[in-house]
């Protein structure tokens, strides 16, 4: 048995599980060296939901990162986490797009994609193993592990056989939600031994407190690489220590060779970095045994953490945590795991948010019914597939197939705003995102000298939108975005800011006391927003049981109606994105729709009418 090698996650998921993904590449950089020389198997950098957060809170180009990163790493392999068909974001992509996303990932440097399905679906997989195979990179197929009644060893075993088929370099046991004991560990580790030729990559989360045993029991079954994660971005919801990894295997016959002195000095490092992000860590820390049952990740709780903080409901997370199970089983016992963990998620918070199971479904969820998502391991509750989608065809091929080509009509979409292929890739991620982040970019304001000097709070004259700006105060920058306000007239009244993607309230006298947005096209000359903005700040409270609300707090995507038009209750009449999924909104009584108050764009909190019916 040769020595165990050490895969570590500090630069991605360490940050992502407790502190939501909000490290800033320039709190990496001066770190990388030393990095660099640890000799690690890899550094797992980018991936998963960092390209996902440097465009939405940081205001990163994720990219640009990537070319820091290789650049500052000559001599590491940069590993990245890559979603199979669904890439980076939250949907299929045409097959066009996957390669091209691959190509360009090699080509800014990543050298091992661990590749996953949230539905374990191989026929999800294919085309990007395909693609990673093609550029001459390391193609690491991945199993998301979870438990149910139809997960057991010999499902795990015949998708190893399959992946290591399909021409993978290695196998990733991917416990996201520590879920794994370490018996069944090591019998699972044997047995896809016993079946594979593969080197087995153990990724195992620390959330139950198993995973340090369970790594122990692995490397004695043959596993030939772990990850872990430097100490202080380790343990809870994150992953196993590395320090203390290389310690337990030092003096025996799977003896690492890493240096603990240098990782401690890494560790020292990250340790005062961690401290400026002290705004964006989880409530819930430490071991959680309740992740055996709930089996939520540990990059899923801060995401729900902060969103039932932001509608004042934090209270009711044992509520959602309890709820999260039952969602599951109903969708036929997805592993959770970006999309699905999200799918899941959102619509357990509606569920309890809403006081009734399904009485508001997610395009997501019924997508997930129809089979857009793949195939589910298990059979889904047929009361709830007929609530949420009615009796329309559930697909049975590979999603993709149903997609057409759609890399130049993203090319044409975003012609003048993409200045290059990868541009034009960050788009196909987060349309909606992309477009604003581009549009500031090419403007300048996301450059250092933008954004706002010590005590200062001024907006620019190329930002787009006056009630988002950047603000740096004793060295750090914060994105600051007013979401919205309680309503107009009251004496005091809560206004809704998120600093960088984390939501607070603030109540004032007068909306004068916030001297923060400045005018459209940089006049500066009136502080002042009108009541009637497009944050919310004039619509009327709900009075009468025609008036349409929102459960959450969220951005509209889609008004579907018109004045004037005859609506049943229960139609569509809204869509609201939600903790990153869709929803659909819909008319609470049959009637015409007789006001409007919300457009494409508008960000919208509870207690809030969006339109109003007039019932029959």
């Known amino acids: 048995m040769a020595k165990v090698h050490v895969t ?29 020389s640890v000799g690690f198997w890899s550094l797992e950098a980018w991936g998963g939901a960092t390209f996902d957060a440097c465009v939405r809170y940081l205001r990163e180009d994720p990219w640009e990162r990537l070319k820091k990163l290789r650049k500052a790493l000559p001599n590491s392999r940069i590993q990245m986490l890559l979603r199979g068909q669904n890439l980076l974001g939250y949907r299929h992509y045409s097959d066009d797009v996957v390669r091209a996303f691959v190509q360009k990932s090699a080509d800014n440097g990543i050298d091992v994609f661990r590749i996953f399905d949230a539905m374990n679906d191989m026929r999800n997989l294919k085309v990007s193993i395909e693609a990673v195979k093609a550029v ?39 416990d996201m939600a520590s879920l794994l004991t370490p018996q069944v560990t090591g019998d699972l580790v044997k047995a896809i031994r016993a079946e594979t030729s593969l080197p087995i990559h153990l990724h195992a989360h620390a959330t139950s407190g198993l995973a340090s045993m369970s790594i122990l029991r692995a490397v004695d079954n043959g596993v030939s690489i772990v990850d872990g994660c430097i100490s202080s971005f380790a343990e809870g919801a994150s992953l196993p220590t590395t320090e203390s990894i290389v310690a337990a295997l030092k003096g025996t016959e ?21 401290k400026k992000y002290w705004q964006f860590e989880s409530d819930f820390t430490g071991v959680d045994t309740r992740v055996l049952v709930n089996q939520v990740p540990g990059g899923m709780i801060s995401n729900l953490s902060n969103q039932l903080k932001e509608q004042g409901a934090l209270d009711r997370m044992d509520e959602v945590l309890d709820e999260i199970p039952r969602v599951r089983e109903d969708l036929g016992f997805p592993p959770l795991v970006t999309p699905t963990s999200q799918i899941v998620g959102t619509q357990a918070v509606l569920n309890v948010m809403t006081g009734a199971r399904y009485k508001s479904v997610t395009n997501e969820v019924k997508n997930y019914l129809l089979g857009h998502y793949g195939k589910s391991p298990s059979t889904v509750n047929a009361d709830v597939r007929s609530l949420a989608v009615g009796n329309a065809n559930v697909i049975d091929c590979r999603p993709a197939d149903l997609l057409h080509a759609e890399l130049d009509k993203l090319r044409n979409e975003v012609e003048g705003l993409a200045k290059s292929e990868e541009d034009v890739l960050t788009y196909a991620m987060f349309p909606d995102l992309a477009k604003t982040f581009l549009q500031e970019r090419n403007a300048g304001s996301l450059k250092p000298e933008a954004l706002l000097s010590k005590d200062a709070v001024t907006t620019s004259a190329s930002r787009y939108a006056p009630s988002e700006f950047n603000v740096t105060l004793h060295g750090e920058t914060f994105h600051i975005k007013l979401t919205g306000s309680g309503h107009h007239g009251e004496e005091q009244r809560p206004f809704y800011v998120s600093v960088d993607g984390v939501a607070e309230e603030v109540v004032v006298e007068t909306l004068s006391e916030i001297e923060v947005s400045g005018a459209q096209n940089g006049n500066s000359e009136s502080k002042k927003k009108s009541s009637s903005s497009s944050n919310g700040s004039g619509r009327p409270r709900p009075s009468h049981p025609g008036c349409v609300t929102t459960a959450m707090p969220g951005t509209i995507v889609d008004v579907k109606v018109n004045v004037g038009d005859k609506v049943s209750a229960g139609d569509a009449v ?29 960000t919208v909190t509870p207690d809030e009418a969006l339109l109003e019916i007039q019932p029959d």
Not at 9 to 17: F, I, P
Not at 21 to 31: G, S
Not at 152 to 160: C, E, G, K, R, T
């Open 8 to 36: 570590d996650v500090v630069l991605r998921d360490g940050h992502q599980s407790l502190i939501a993904t909000r490290m800033r590449t320039d709190d990496m950089l001066p770190i990388c060296s030393q990095l660099d």
């Open 136 to 174: 001459g990179k390391h193609a690491e197929g991945t199993i998301s592990y979870t438990t149910s009644p139809v997960h057991d060893i010999p499902y795990f075993v015949n998708l190893a056989k399959e992946l290591e088929s399909f021409g993978c370099d290695t196998i990733a046991i991917k």
């Open 254 to 274: 799977y003896d690492t060779g890493l240096d603990i002195a240098l990782l401690q000095e890494i560790s020292a490092y990250f340790r005062e970095v961690r």
């Open 574 to 602: 809204l869509v609201i994105e939600a903790m990153k999924m869709e929803n659909e909104i819909q008319a609470s009584k049959t009637g015409v729709v007789v006001a409007i108050h919300v457009k494409k764009g508008d």
